[in-house]
């Protein structure tokens, strides 16, 4: 049924019950940006009360207070002071997430898909009956392929309510592309080696460093809050910043060293800071001789990697390689050679992640002052809720443990199960989706396309009326994070530490929070005795009350520290420490993935290089926006409203560009962005790339702010680099041209 599932604009619709932004916005009309942003209102409002949450803008989950004034709406956010994420201050993506609540394009009732004269739209529905008509599905589904059948593609907060529903229903079949499109690679190339992964936030010392190594890493423009305070502060102290990227990033800027590195070589770089710290013998013996295996190996193995190896390479002068590993060496252990973020850039990432890893082990870093510390999370029990159904078979099961060291569910994999052939039938027949904007976020759009025509079913849970949105059966609205009281933040840190986020406001419209449709759903799929509360409160109440605090206690403080580490901060007595890898050492040679028939010790492979007349499509981030989530929102769009293209200036000459010009991007496969996007001519990138910033060329027209602004990375992103260890799709390996001439593509999807 090619047909089943148009892409519906939800603009073709009224939408009715749309209060204009200037009677429900706090904010007066006419403010300038900056006052908006700082929520200073012309009139200003009387705070009655400041209630405790945590951001949502983005994954740092920074804690904060929104003041609360005299007529029940939120007008203002402010960092918790003793919040370790923030310290007490917010990025502008925080402060302006005050935008997500007041963006007068939010959904605002419950949408079904109908088959109308006029194709397909969607209809306003209430909750009751879109509540009942998902259930419904769920259940049939379930019974005629088994509960397994359904997959949750989940980012943020709501994805634990759901799935919590999922997994009472037997489904483990949950994936964020948090993983296989962002720091997966890294967190299995980390376990290789010291036997854990690096988590989030990462256990970087970057306050008491001497010397931070940023590869791709930037730090900046990546505004991951507590991170960027404390490189500030390190530059402020006189630290060392290296920073590895084919463009000039914020980080660069902010560096002793920038190393323009030809990209898609940064594994040459790597082993060849490796061979300089062994072979003019910069690495800490006694860390080496202690507690890793495999270094007699890894030197024989590293001796032809010589600077002058990656000089071909990579084209970073080779006495700029010699002098920048001897500045780690120097400034080691209180070194950083920082495991990035977002590293699914080439496929080889597990293998370069390692390499990095190798890196910050010959450099004694680990458990030390400035280097890694050791994180801690405050226990905290879960509800008590029955034991989970087993289920009896999981994506690992259907894909023949294609990714052997996958450890958490790869969203692609999900996917490509969803997809019916001749040969290999469907095994995933229906979606949830909560929190992830799917088209934007998974590249290969073919591939996506396929699986959305193929399910039998698809509900998404979302506030805005996003492209994903476009292609649900079912559109449940859920209020903003500041709408909602939520689980408590208890992740690892320095201190032990909860944040909790308690519902500031009454949500608007006709919206819910996650748990209660996670929640109303389970009721009516008869699983009651997984939901035995009815207010998502009780639960945070039971959860503080067993770690000796309360609501009460919490709403006077939203973050809470704690006494009691198991483990210090540093490494005390290393003689005792044991990894959790098999040797119980650090591996720089890995036993285990030779065994598995990988390479034990990462190594160079080549890339495709970009055909004649291309240049390497790379993107980042922007300061003021995450991903596609802050596009619309209306005080973050003051600051930037659109992405550009950046291009070297040789690059403009050869094809005649101008600043500013508007031009379409046209991939390898001939596949044209919808939209265009701004030229900017800078020196501050490569030849051989052109830069643009993920997140804009929205199609939804219903983004009534962000539809048709700049250009949309991921659709040019047709060809993946797929990590063979554990599924990571790297999605770097694109090559762009430019067209001038407006191609005049109709807009359908
Ligand atoms: N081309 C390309 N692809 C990428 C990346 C890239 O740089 N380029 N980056 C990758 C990385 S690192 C990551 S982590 C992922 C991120 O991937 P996503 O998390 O999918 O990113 P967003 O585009 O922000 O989509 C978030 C969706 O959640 C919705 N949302 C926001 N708040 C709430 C809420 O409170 N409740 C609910 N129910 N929904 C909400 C938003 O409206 C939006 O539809 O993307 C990956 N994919
Ligand atoms: N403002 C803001 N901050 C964010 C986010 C956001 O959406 N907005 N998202 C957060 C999330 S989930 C993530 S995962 C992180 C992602 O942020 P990071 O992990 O810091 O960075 P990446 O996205 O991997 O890489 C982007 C940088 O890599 C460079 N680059 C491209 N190709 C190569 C190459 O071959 N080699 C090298 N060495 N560099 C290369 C680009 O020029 C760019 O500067 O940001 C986080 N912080
Ligand atoms: S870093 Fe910014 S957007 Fe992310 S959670 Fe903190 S304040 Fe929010
Ligand atoms: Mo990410």
């Not at 609360?68 to 402060?95: E, F, K």
């Not at 964020?176 to 290789?192: D, I, L």
């Not at 046209?666 to 501050?684: C, L, Y």
């Not at 804009?696 to 047709?718: P, Q, V, W």
Request: charged share 25%.
């Amino acid at each position: 049924m090619k047909t089943r599932r148009e892409f519906i604009k939800i603009s073709a619709l009224g939408l009715g019950g749309v209060a204009a932004l200037s009677s429900i916005s706090p904010l007066t009309r006419g403010a300038s940006a900056i006052e908006k942003l700082l929520g200073l209102n012309r009139n200003k409002p009387r705070i009655v009360k400041r209630v405790p949450s945590y951001c949502e803008v983005c994954f740092w989950k920074c804690a904060l207070w929104a003041d609360v004034d005299d007529s029940g709406r939120v007008v203002n956010l402010t960092g918790n002071a003793d919040d370790p994420h923030c310290n007490g201050r917010l990025c502008p993506r925080g402060t302006g997430g005050i935008g997500m609540l007041y963006d007068e394009d939010r959904l605002k009732k419950p949408l079904i898909r109908v088959n109308g004269e006029n194709g397909q739209t969607f209809r306003e529905a209430s909750w009751e009956e879109a509540l009942d008509l998902v259930a419904n599905k769920l259940k049939e589904i379930a019974d005629k392929y088994g509960p397994e059948s359904i997959a949750l593609f989940n980012h943020g907060s709501p994805g634990h309510h759901l799935g919590h529903l999922l997994k009472a229903l037997g489904s483990d079949n949950i994936a964020a592309p948090s993983y296989a499109q962002c720091r997966g690679p890294r967190e299995v190339g980390f376990e290789f080696t010291f036997g854990t992964g690096v988590g989030s936030p990462e256990p970087t010392d970057i306050r008491d460093t001497r010397c931070l190594v940023l590869i791709g890493s930037h730090i900046g423009e990546n505004m991951h809050n507590g991170q960027v305070q404390e490189m500030s502060d390190a530059i402020d102290r006189g630290a060392t910043i290296i920073t590895v990227d084919p463009r000039f990033s914020t980080a660069a800027s902010k560096s002793k060293y920038w190393l323009p590195i030809k990209p898609a070589t940064d594994i040459a770089l790597l082993l060849a800071w490796i061979n300089v710290l062994i072979t003019e013998e910069l690495y800490d013996k006694d860390f080496v001789e202690k507690y890793t295996t495999g270094f007699d190996k890894l030197k024989s193995y590293i001796r032809p990697f010589t600077p002058e190896w990656a000089y071909g390479i990579t084209t970073l002068e080779p006495d700029l390689i010699r002098k920048t590993a001897r500045e780690m060496g120097s400034a080691a252990p209180a070194v950083i050679v920082h495991p990035g973020r977002h590293v699914t850039w080439y496929g080889d990432d597990t293998q370069r992640a390692r390499a990095v890893a190798i890196l910050n082990a010959l450099l004694g870093n680990w458990g030390r002052r400035g280097g890694f510390y050791f994180k801690e999370a405050k226990p905290l029990p879960e509800y008590p809720t029955p034991e989970y159904p087993k289920p009896s078979w999981s994506w690992k099961d259907v894909t023949n443990d294609k990714y052997p060291a996958a450890r958490l569910s790869v969203s692609n994999a999900l996917i490509d199960a969803s997809i019916h052939s001749e040969d290999k039938p469907a095994r995933i027949k229906a979606w949830l989706v909560a929190g992830t904007n799917l088209p934007l976020t998974i590249p290969q759009k073919d591939t996506l396309e396929k699986a959305f025509q193929d399910i039998e079913f698809l509900m998404v849970l979302d506030t805005m009326p996003m492209e994903i949105t476009g292609y649900a059966d079912v559109v449940l609205p859920e209020c903003t994070y500041l709408e909602r009281d939520d689980d408590i933040r208890n992740e690892p840190h320095r201190e032990l530490n909860i944040a909790v986020r308690l519902a500031a406001m009454e949500p608007m419209y006709d919206t819910k929070p996650g748990w209660w449709v996670a929640r109303e759903l389970g009721l009516r799929l008869g699983l009651e005795k997984y939901f035995p509360w009815k207010e998502y409160r009780e639960v945070i109440e039971w959860q503080l009350s067993q770690i000796g605090t309360s609501v009460d206690e919490m709403q006077r403080l939203g973050v809470k520290k704690f006494e009691g580490r198991k483990t210090p901060l540093y490494a005390e007595t290393p003689e005792d420490y044991q990894f959790k890898t098999p040797s119980g050492k650090i591996e720089l040679y890995s036993e285990q993935l030779e065994s598995m028939g990988f390479d034990a010790i990462p190594r160079f492979t080549q890339h495709p290089e970009p055909p004649e007349g291309y240049y390497r499509l790379i993107y980042g981030r922007a300061p003021m926006h995450t991903f596609s989530r802050t596009a619309n929102n209306p005080y973050l769009v003051d600051l930037m409203k659109e992405n550009s293209v950046w291009v070297n200036p040789r690059v403009a000459a050869l094809w005649g560009l101008k600043n500013g010009q508007y031009v379409w991007l046209k991939n390898q496969d001939g596949v044209v962005s919808h939209f265009p996007t701004k030229v900017r001519i800078t020196e501050r990138i490569r030849w051989d790339s052109v830069y643009i910033v993920h997140g804009f060329g929205h199609h939804d027209k219903k983004l009534s702010r962000a539809y048709g602004r700049g250009a949309n990375d991921t659709e040019l992103i047709t060809r993946v680099s797929v990590d063979p260890l554990m599924g990571g799709t790297g999605m770097r390996g694109n090559f762009v041209t430019f067209v001038t001439e407006n191609p005049g593509k109709e807009v359908v999807s």
